[in-house]
């Protein structure tokens, strides 16, 4: 009995000490937020208060230490983040994660975001201060490397810790610009719908482009395989970091407003992840200020406000990518024809290490109009030389600037000469300040074809017919400044005419730009919380015109008192995406049914690719209120030619029964709370017994597709919507009120697991509460947490 019972006290013993070492463990894994900390290449001591979300409110004697100690801080709550998509541009995730990631490695490295890097930063001047503040950044995030804790994901993974060099800083800015983009998702398929299907199908549906359409006011029968494209989707598909997506912006001019001054809002839609894509911090020093959210790596905020003006962005949606067919010299295919010569490929070799295996060597041919996709995407279904010709790797890059002078600028005017400078990614750039001034700049180098050039489908590389003839100059980008209308607004919706044209690209449909002008036009009398009830609307006016186009259509005659309900259900319909409506579940069921049966028997394997894309959304309306259309007809179908009531009937019927079977018979329950989830997922979170420490979800929210409140989900045939993408950040400020300006990130401030900030917004998100972004130097001094990293002596 007495040996029993010393194995057991042995037993608890261990058990104590296992839960004391586990817990010391993660104290060691949590960030510093109280305490000093020597750090080194500063002048003097920098005191840094962490508010009640851990956002650091940095207080310095110099602008150059205010950036080391911005770089150290943020290091510590995001080192992870900075490592994963530091190696994305560079082809590095396989050296982490294995063989499953070499295809987007290869597709990433052939890009020429890393040979551009290497170009731009050659030709910096070192002298400059955006140059001083983003090495003095980046000198913080390596003191952090040396002398802080390592993240528990560099563990988990079994990666070694490395430094950062500017290299690692302009890759991030590379891959952002490449997910901006959409025409290596669209531009294949429209050009597969042209060859293999002919004109006539082709032309219907570029058509839906220049129709319902709220324009920014400017001031001045083979299968169709969607190959291209669904391999471009899938390989970035499976990356760690969000993509970028869309967004909402609006800035309220003081005419319009119950205080008499400025109300700035904006909200980016990226795709959701863990750790939340942007990382707060306040910067404070005798000669410069401000409140800023940042990208990893990037020490220059893309978002921020002080007590002078506010910026912030959406995307412009503008088509900087084209792809250019090649003709290989019969005789020689080192060679390509242009015009009446034929040039020599540059040859690029490339050698990507894989965790657990051997490195992969490949080479690229690079033509004049850029690499060819043939030689770093695996199996793509052609045989031609297909070249992508990128404006961010073709022309001088001077992001770097444009992110420093935006963040530093005095004045509206020092304000639009930073934005100038981007050459691409394309952004609306926003702009509010408390002199009353409001603003909207379409910035990134815009060009022009021949006028009869049709620039998303593949261009001829060898006639030197389909080249650009001209750059236009920053003053003929789409803009307004104090416009009459006494408001500026974009929601990735199409510009009104740029040098007397539709810029060419790849914008969202109407919806959520129709219903900002439909609330936001009439009001004169906004106050701050009426935005924050805004910024969280759920209604889609496009939505029920759809429905009502549909309805219309039916062959009601044979339906059954329970089809008739639900008819009537989405006849009411008000376009609400609210968690206990059932119009949204039946009405994106209809359309998943709709699209299917109008495009998939000619667009076959491809259906699937195209049925996500932005250009179907612009196509959808439209297409639904077409009596006569080419696309009607089921080609699988012999000696028949199906009518529109025939595909709209068939599909509600399919729509219903499917729910049905789903959800009960009980209509009445068939609400969008059901069916609608989000999930902030983690890469480590992917290992299935790692999810529920890592991801944060899932929780079941409200809104829905192209609504204000955006929740971005693919339309297919599980009939469940797992959000994939939404606003990124909610931010409100308003002039009259500055310092008391709100904000909310959709998880946390930090990426540490550990630590009580990783996931603490994320109920006040879902609920479309906010933060307040503190200003008042008397109430950061109230911080409990406070972290002074002292000058070396």
């Given at each position: 009995?007495?040996?029993?019972?010393?194995?057991?006290?042995?037993?608890?013993?261990?058990?104590?000490?296992?839960?004391?070492?586990?817990?010391?463990?993660?104290?060691?894994?949590?960030?510093?937020?109280?305490?000093?900390?020597?750090?080194?290449?500063?002048?003097?001591?920098?005191?840094?208060?962490?508010?009640?979300?851990?956002?650091?409110?940095?207080?310095?004697?110099?602008?150059?230490?205010?950036?080391?100690?911005?770089?150290?801080?943020?290091?510590?709550?995001?080192?992870?983040?900075?490592?994963?998509?530091?190696?994305?541009?560079?082809?590095?995730?396989?050296?982490?994660?294995?063989?499953?990631?070499?295809?987007?490695?290869?597709?990433?490295?052939?890009?020429?975001?890393?040979?551009?890097?290497?170009?731009?930063?050659?030709?910096?001047?070192?002298?400059?201060?955006?140059?001083?503040?983003?090495?003095?950044?980046?000198?913080?995030?390596?003191?952090?490397?040396?002398?802080?804790k390592t993240p528990i994901e560099f563990n988990l993974v079994g990666v070694d810790k490395e430094?950062?060099?500017?290299?690692?800083?302009?890759?991030?800015?590379?891959?952002?610009?490449?997910?901006?983009?959409?025409?290596?998702?669209?531009?294949?398929?429209?050009?597969?719908?042209?060859?293999?299907?002919?004109?006539?199908?082709?032309?219907?549906?570029?058509?839906?482009?220049?129709?319902?359409?709220?324009?920014?006011?400017?001031?001045?029968?083979?299968?169709?395989?969607?190959?291209?494209?669904?391999?471009?989707?899938?390989?970035?598909?499976?990356?760690?970091?969000?993509?970028?997506?869309?967004?909402?912006?609006?800035?309220?001019?003081?005419?319009?407003?119950?205080?008499?001054?400025?109300?700035?809002?904006?909200?980016?839609?990226?795709?959701?992840?863990?750790?939340?894509?942007?990382?707060?911090?306040?910067?404070?020093?005798?000669?410069?200020?401000?409140?800023?959210?940042?990208?990893?790596?990037?020490?220059?905020?893309?978002?921020?406000?002080?007590?002078?003006?506010?910026?912030?962005?959406?995307?412009?949606?503008?088509?900087?990518?084209?792809?250019?067919?090649?003709?290989?010299?019969?005789?020689?295919?080192?060679?390509?024809?242009?015009?009446?010569?034929?040039?020599?490929?540059?040859?690029?070799?490339?050698r990507l290490k894989i965790k657990d295996a051997k490195d992969s060597v490949y080479t690229i041919?690079?033509?004049?109009?850029?690499?060819?996709?043939?030689?770093?995407?695996?199996?793509?279904?052609?045989?031609?030389?297909?070249?992508?010709?990128?404006?961010?790797?073709?022309?001088?890059?001077?992001?770097?600037?444009?992110?420093?002078?935006?963040?530093?600028?005095?004045?509206?005017?020092?304000?639009?000469?930073?934005?100038?400078?981007?050459?691409?990614?394309?952004?609306?750039?926003?702009?509010?300040?408390?002199?009353?001034?409001?603003?909207?700049?379409?910035?990134?180098?815009?060009?022009?074809?021949?006028?009869?050039?049709?620039?998303?489908?593949?261009?001829?590389?060898?006639?030197?017919?389909?080249?650009?003839?001209?750059?236009?100059?920053?003053?003929?980008?789409?803009?307004?400044?104090?416009?009459?209308?006494?408001?500026?607004?974009?929601?990735?919706?199409?510009?009104?005419?740029?040098?007397?044209?539709?810029?060419?690209?790849?914008?969202?449909?109407?919806?959520?730009?129709?219903?900002?002008?439909?609330?936001?036009?009439?009001?004169?009398?906004?106050?701050?919380?009426?935005?924050?009830?805004?910024?969280?609307?759920?209604?889609?006016?496009?939505?029920?015109?759809?429905?009502?186009?549909?309805?219309?259509?039916?062959?009601?005659?044979?339906?059954?008192?329970?089809?008739?309900?639900?008819?009537?259900?989405?006849?009411?319909?008000?376009?609400?995406?609210?968690?206990?409506?059932?119009?949204?579940?039946?009405?994106?069921?209809?359309?998943?049914?709709?699209?299917?049966?109008?495009?998939?028997?000619?667009?076959?394997?491809?259906?699937?690719?195209?049925?996500?894309?932005?250009?179907?959304?612009?196509?959808?309306?439209?297409?639904?209120?077409r009596e006569n259309s080419i696309w009607w007809d089921n080609i699988a179908t012999k000696d028949?030619?199906?009518?529109?009531?025939?595909?709209?009937?068939?599909?509600?019927?399919?729509?219903?029964?499917?729910?049905?079977?789903?959800?009960?018979?009980?209509?009445?329950?068939?609400?969008?709370?059901?069916?609608?989830?989000?999930?902030?997922?983690?890469?480590?979170?992917?290992?299935?017994?790692?999810?529920?420490?890592?991801?944060?979800?899932?929780?079941?929210?409200?809104?829905?597709?192209?609504?204000?409140?955006?929740?971005?989900?693919?339309?297919?045939?599980?009939?469940?919507?797992?959000?994939?993408?939404?606003?990124?950040?909610?931010?409100?400020?308003?002039?009259?009120?500055?310092?008391?300006?709100?904000?909310?990130?959709?998880?946390?401030?930090?990426?540490?697991?550990?630590?009580?900030?990783?996931?603490?917004?994320?109920?006040?998100?879902?609920?479309?509460?906010?933060?307040?972004?503190?200003?008042?130097?008397?109430?950061?001094?109230?911080?409990?947490?406070?972290?002074?990293?002292?000058?070396?002596?």
């Amino acid at each position: 009995m007495k040996i029993i019972k010393k194995i057991f006290l042995f037993l608890i013993v261990i058990i104590i000490l296992t839960f004391v070492a586990g817990w010391l463990y993660t104290k060691t894994l949590k960030p510093t937020y109280n305490g000093e900390i020597e750090i080194k290449n500063t002048t003097e001591d920098v005191t840094i208060h962490f508010d009640e979300i851990g956002v650091p409110h940095i207080n310095a004697k110099n602008q150059q230490d205010a950036y080391v100690a911005l770089g150290y801080v943020h290091a510590q709550d995001r080192l992870w983040q900075m490592e994963l998509i530091r190696r994305i541009a560079a082809g590095r995730l396989s050296e982490i994660f294995g063989e499953k990631l070499i295809e987007t490695d290869k597709l990433f490295s052939g890009l020429g975001i890393e040979e551009a890097s290497a170009k731009t930063i050659a030709n910096l001047d070192q002298n400059s201060a955006p140059y001083k503040m983003a090495t003095a950044y980046l000198d913080g995030v390596n003191q952090y490397i040396a002398e802080g804790k390592t993240p528990i994901e560099f563990n988990l993974v079994g990666v070694d810790k490395e430094k950062y060099t500017l290299k690692d800083m302009y890759n991030v800015f590379g891959y952002m610009a490449f997910s901006f983009a959409i025409a290596h998702k669209t531009d294949p398929m429209l050009n597969e719908v042209k060859e293999k299907l002919g004109a006539t199908y082709f032309n219907e549906l570029i058509g839906a482009e220049n129709e319902n359409l709220t324009l920014i006011q400017n001031e001045k029968n083979p299968e169709i395989t969607g190959a291209f494209s669904q391999a471009m989707n899938s390989l970035i598909g499976v990356l760690p970091i969000s993509p970028f997506i869309g967004s909402n912006s609006w800035v309220i001019g003081a005419d319009k407003t119950k205080n008499g001054k400025v109300i700035f809002a904006n909200d980016p839609h990226i795709g959701y992840s863990q750790p939340s894509v942007w990382y707060q911090a306040h910067i404070k020093t005798p000669d410069y200020e401000m409140y800023g959210f940042h990208l990893a790596l990037v020490p220059f905020p893309l978002l921020g406000h002080n007590k002078d003006f506010a910026y912030g962005l959406t995307m412009f949606e503008n088509d900087d990518i084209d792809f250019y067919v090649e003709e290989n010299n019969p005789q020689n295919t080192n060679q390509y024809k242009f015009k009446e010569a034929y040039l020599d490929y540059t040859f690029v070799e490339k050698r990507l290490k894989i965790k657990d295996a051997k490195d992969s060597v490949y080479t690229i041919k690079v033509s004049k109009h850029g690499p060819l996709m043939n030689g770093i995407i695996t199996h793509l279904e052609t045989e031609k030389p297909v070249a992508m010709q990128w404006i961010y790797t073709k022309l001088e890059n001077q992001i770097l600037d444009v992110a420093y002078e935006m963040s530093h600028a005095k004045n509206l005017t020092e304000f639009k000469n930073g934005a100038s400078k981007l050459h691409a990614p394309g952004l609306n750039m926003m702009y509010g300040d408390a002199k009353n001034n409001i603003a909207w700049f379409a910035t990134g180098k815009l060009y022009k074809y021949r006028d009869s050039l049709y620039t998303k489908t593949f261009l001829n590389g060898s006639s030197g017919e389909d080249e650009i003839l001209e750059y236009l100059d920053f003053e003929e980008n789409p803009q307004a400044t104090n416009p009459a209308i006494n408001y500026v607004y974009s929601a990735n919706n199409q510009p009104d005419s740029i040098a007397n044209m539709l810029y060419p690209g790849y914008y969202l449909s109407e919806d959520r730009a129709k219903r900002i002008v439909s609330l936001v036009a009439p009001k004169n009398d906004w106050t701050k919380k009426d935005v924050a009830k805004m910024i969280m609307d759920v209604t889609s006016t496009t939505a029920p015109e759809v429905a009502k186009n549909l309805i219309h259509s039916l062959d009601n005659s044979s339906f059954s008192p329970s089809e008739k309900t639900a008819i009537h259900i989405l006849e009411k319909w008000k376009g609400n995406f609210d968690k206990d409506e059932v119009g949204p579940v039946i009405y994106n069921r209809f359309i998943y049914e709709f699209q299917k049966n109008t495009f998939a028997d000619e667009m076959g394997k491809g259906f699937d690719q195209f049925a996500n894309t932005p250009f179907i959304e612009k196509v959808l309306p439209v297409q639904a209120k077409r009596e006569n259309s080419i696309w009607w007809d089921n080609i699988a179908t012999k000696d028949k030619v199906e009518t529109k009531q025939e595909i709209v009937t068939t599909s509600f019927k399919n729509a219903f029964s499917f729910l049905e079977n789903q959800l009960g018979a009980n209509i009445a329950a068939w609400k969008w709370e059901r069916v609608i989830s989000v999930e902030h997922k983690h890469a480590v979170g992917e290992v299935a017994v790692l999810r529920k420490y890592f991801n944060v979800g899932p929780f079941v929210t409200s809104g829905g597709d192209q609504v204000i409140n955006n929740q971005i989900y693919n339309i297919d045939s599980t009939g469940t919507y797992k959000v994939k993408a939404g606003p990124s950040t909610r931010r409100i400020v308003d002039f009259s009120d500055v310092e008391n300006s709100l904000a909310i990130l959709p998880t946390g401030q930090s990426g540490r697991v550990f630590s009580k900030h990783y996931n603490d917004q994320a109920e006040e998100y879902l609920n479309g509460e906010f933060f307040k972004m503190k200003l008042n130097v008397s109430e950061i001094r109230k911080s409990k947490n406070v972290l002074i990293l002292k000058a070396e002596k």
